[in-house]
């Protein structure tokens, strides 16, 4: 029996690797399945945990006030030093581009533990965009020995990296199997309709309102290379599009970082505007609900670039840089950097010109059909 570990911290590795967790879960026979959370996200994490009934074996619960990326990678790597030297795992998993990803891989490697990097070879080759994801992965990417990548294009990129093509599988990413599962459960349970919309509701949005044929625009934003100009300029642009269309809904769920939230506060004051829907951060189950009723989504995240044209929204990307040139290529998604004028042509023409809006919602999402847990989990049978 092969002892896995994965490891995680964050909403967004949260909701990639719970599947992953439940689909090892499926072969007791085969795996001792071990799960670690750093807590590095907490709430967030946890609404995720709770979504899929997950119980970590393993807590670091490093969330501090003011933490910066200095304490967040030390507790990290001391966390798992005490927890890798228990467990004693065959593998272990981390994903993406965190710094809980990275210090865990490198904890993992000081006690000569394999890795494998599940969503490996994503690059927009600048170390400093999106920052410090990039150069995370770089790094993740040199110490892991197994490498899962959603596409194509991230494998040819660890392969021009000097990676052994044996060493790399192509899987579909991860993300598509959680959306299709939460989709499945909302279907599923028309009583739990009821409870996101209430959720929904008292997070600060009446959901009733897309009843009367109003559309929704869905904007998140995070990043840190947009903190200060970045973020006052996707106000002003959102605040100007809000007054150019009343009949449309603008719902952000705003991120707890105050980096977000002053921008917010400095563009928008008091005064309101009725269809500018500032809420609490949503818990995944009911962002996914209000994702599949969107018209479009505005972002700066990575994973909303896969999950959005999963569902057949046009995704307008407010970063200069993306790791995902799959969708780019596709034309599932569109970069609009942090230029207000650009954010404000590109939305106005989504909402106007169907032709537009059609070729964008109906191209082909490259990020697989939600079996990429599997996959993973049939390379470790093999193994």
């Not at 020995?145 to 990296?161: C, M």
């Not at 599962?181 to 959901?207: A, D, F, P, R, T």
């Amino acid at each position: 029996m092969k002892k896995i570990m994965l490891v995680f911290g964050t909403r967004p590795e949260a909701i990639k690797m719970a599947p992953l967790v439940k689909e090892f879960n499926n072969f007791p026979n085969n795996f001792q399945t071990i799960v670690c959370v750093t807590g590095q996200h907490r709430e967030m994490l946890d609404q995720v945990l709770d979504l899929y009934d997950i119980k970590p074996d393993y807590d670091l619960n490093i969330m501090k006030p003011g933490q910066d990326l200095y304490d967040v990678s030390s507790r990290v790597l001391f966390g798992m030093r005490e927890v890798l030297t228990k467990v004693k795992p065959d593998f272990v998993l981390v994903h993406g581009d965190t710094t809980t990803s990275t210090f865990s891989a490198l904890a993992a490697f000081y006690q000569q533990i394999v890795v494998g990097h599940v969503e490996a070879g994503l690059r927009t080759n600048n170390i400093y965009s999106p920052w410090p994801e990039e150069m995370n992965r770089l790094l993740t990417g040199r110490i892991a020995t197994y490498h899962f990548s959603p596409t194509s294009v991230s494998k040819q990129n660890l392969i021009r990296e000097g990676v052994l093509d044996k060493k790399i599988l192509v899987t579909g990413n991860t993300v598509i199997d959680s959306l299709y599962w939460v989709l499945n459960k909302i279907k599923k349970y028309e009583k739990l309709n009821n409870k996101i919309e209430g959720s929904i509701l008292k997070s600060g949005y009446n959901v009733n309102a897309l009843k009367n044929n109003r559309r929704l625009i869905l904007i998140t934003g995070h990043r840190r290379e947009n903190f200060g100009e970045g973020f006052v300029n996707i106000c002003l642009a959102i605040k100007a599009l809000a007054n150019k269309y009343p009949k449309v809904d603008f719902v952000y769920p705003m991120h707890l970082n105050p980096n977000v939230r002053e921008p917010i506060n400095k563009v928008f004051g008091e005064k309101k505007i009725p269809n500018m829907i500032f809420i609490e951060p949503l818990e995944y189950l009911s962002f996914v609900y209000l994702l599949e009723k969107s018209t479009l989504v505005l972002t700066d995240s990575g994973g909303i670039q896969e999950e959005a044209p999963g569902l057949g929204k046009p995704v307008l990307v407010m970063r200069n840089t993306t790791e995902r040139p799959e969708a780019l290529k596709a034309g599932t998604v569109n970069l609009v950097g942090t230029d207000s004028d650009k954010i404000i042509s590109e939305v106005s023409k989504l909402l106007e010109d169907s032709m537009y809006y059609n070729k964008m919602s109906k191209a082909t999402n490259p990020y697989g059909d939600g079996l990429a847990c599997k996959k993973i989990v049939d390379f470790f049978i093999n193994k």
